[in-house]
C-alpha cells in the first residue's frame, strides 16, 4: 500500500510523541476501568456495615489520586497525539506546496485552481484526522473495550455481562452502516457547499463583467438554485442525524433495562452485591463510546485513505521539465545569442494542431528581434519555449551554441528577463513586484528601473509611492500602468541580475506612442550586449529593430529589416500602410483618441 508507506515516512519522524501519547492513553483507559471498582466498593461498604471512616477516605484518597492520573494522561495524549498530527499535517502541506512548485506548466493546463485548493484544506484536514483522532479512537475503543469487558466478567459476573452486550452489539453494527449512509450525504453536502464557494468566488471576480452585461438578475436566480440545494443536503445530514440519535438513546436504555432487571434479579438472589450492581451500571455506560467508536473509525478511516491517495497522487506526479542527464552543470551563464532551428511545436494537450511550423532564425548577442503576427500566430508561444515551461525537441532551440535542454533550468530562466502579455501583479507593495525577480531589493534600483520603464511619475503620485499595495488588497493599477510595472521588474532583472536577454511580450500595448519611444529609448542604455525580442502588434513598437518575423499561422512569413519588408509587397507592408492610414485618420480627427491609450486590462 503505497499511502500507508508514505504516511508511514512522516509517521516515523514523530515515534517518540505517538509512543508517548500511546502509553498516555493507555494509563488512562486502565486507571478509568478502576474507578467503578471503587465506587461498589464504597457501597459494598455502606450496605453491609463494614466500612469505616479511615476506610472510606482511603478509598476516597484513592479515587482522588485516580482522577489526577487520569486528567494528567489525558493532557499527556492530546499533547503528544495531537500534536504529532498537526505537525506532520504541515510538513505534508509544506512538502506539497515545494513539489507543487516544480510541476510544469502541463499540470497547471489539467487541473483546476478549485481542486489544488481542496487539497491543500479538505484532504489535508482528513489526513490530519486519520493520524490523530482515528489513531487514538481505533486504539482508546479497542484497549477501552478488552479492559471493561474483562472487569465486568472478573469483578461482576459472565451471565449479566452477556445480557447487557447484546443490545449494545446492534450499535456496534449499526454504527457501521449508519457511517456509510453518513459519509455520503456528508460528501454530497460538502460538494454542494463548494459549489456554492466556487460560485461567490467568480461572481465577485467577475463582477465587472456582469454588472456590464447587466447580468445580475440570472446571476441571483443560479445562485437561489445553488443556496437551495445546499439547504436541502444540509437538511439531508441532519434528518438521518435526528432519525439515528433517540433510536442510539432506546437502544443504550434497552441495555440499562436488561441490567436493571437481571442484575435486580441476580442482587436480590444474593448472588452479586450492591457494589457490584452499582459498579455494572457504571460499566454499561463506559461500553457505549467505544462500540460507537469503532464505526466512526471506519468511515474515517476509508475517509482518510481516500485523501491520502489523492495526495500520494500528486508527489506521483513527475515535473516533465527538469534537469536531467544531459543537463551540463558547467553553464553558469549566457551570454544570449539565441537560434531557433527548424523548431517546431505542438502544445501537448493539442498534438495535432502545429502552433508553429519550421521556423529558424538566428540572434546575435545584443540583436534585436521584432515579431509581429495576427492574433493566435504563434507569438507568445516563442517565449515560453526559451523559457522551457514546454520542451522541443533537442537541437531546435540553441542559446550560445547549446541546446537549452542542455543548459540548467535555473541559469536559462535566471538568463531571460521576461514580460509576459498576462502580466501579473501580486498583492504586495509595488516595490516588491518590481524587485521580485531581483536579489537586489534596494529602492534606488527599483526607483531607477521605474524610471526607465517610465513608470516613476506615476508612482511618485501615490500618497505611499513605493509603499503602496496593488492588487486585491490595494490600489488598482490602469493598464498601462500594470504594464510598465512589469517591465520595471524585468529591467531589474537585467540590471540587478544581469539577464542577458530581454523579452516583451505584447508589453507596450497599452502605453501611448510617446512613452512608448521613451522606454525603447531607455531599453538601449539598460544594458550592452543586451539580445532583446519584442513582441507587439504595432509596426511603430519594432520598426527599429535588427530583424523582424513576421509570422502567420506559425510559419515565417517574412524576415528582414524594417526597409527591406517595405520593399517587398507582403503581409508586413499591407500591416504598415494600414497603421498608417488609421495614424492619418486621428491626427485628422482631433476628438480621436489617442494611439492605443490607456485603457484598463
Ligand atoms: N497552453 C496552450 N495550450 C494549447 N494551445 C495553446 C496554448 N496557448 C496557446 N495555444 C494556441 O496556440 C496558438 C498560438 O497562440 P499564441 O498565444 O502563441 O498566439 P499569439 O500570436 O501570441 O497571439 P496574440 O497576438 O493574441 O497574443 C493559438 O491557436 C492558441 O489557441
Ligand atoms: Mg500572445
Redesign the pocket.
Known sequence: MKELKFAFRYVRRHALQYLLGIIALYVVDYVNVFVPEFTGDITDGLATSTLNMAGAMEIVWKIILMGAIIALGRFGWRFFLFGAARSIEKEIRQDMFAHLSTLS?RYY?QHKTGDLMAHFTNDLMAVRQLLGMTVISAFDATVMMILVLTKMVQYVDMRLTVVAVIPLMVIFFGDYFYGKAMHKRFRAKQEAFSQLTDQVQETVSGIRVIKAFVQEHKELAAFALTTQRTKDKNLHVVRLQALVMPLLDLIIGLSSLLTLLYGGYLAIHGEISVGQFVAFNSYVGMLVWPMMAVGECMTSISQGMASLGRIVGIFHEKPDITDGAQTDHSIRSLKGEIALNHLTFA?P??PE?T?LKDVSVRIRQGETLAVI??????????PSLLLRLYDVPDGMITIDGHCIRKIPLATLRESIACVP?DNFLFSDTLQSNIAFGSDDKALASVEHAARLACIHDNIAEFPEQYATIVGERGVTLSGGQKQRSSIARALMKVHGAGAPILIL??ALSAVDTDTERNILDNLKTVRSGLTTII?A?RISTIQDADHILV?DD?VVEEYGSHEELLQRDGLYRSLFEKQQLEKQLREEDPTGQPEGGEHNA
Do not use: E, P, S, W
Open positions: 506548466m493546463n502544445y494537450d493539442q494542431t502552433v503576427g495576427r492574433t493566435g500566430a504563434g507569438k507568445t508561444t516563442l502579455q511580450d505584447d513582441i502588434h509570422l506559425g
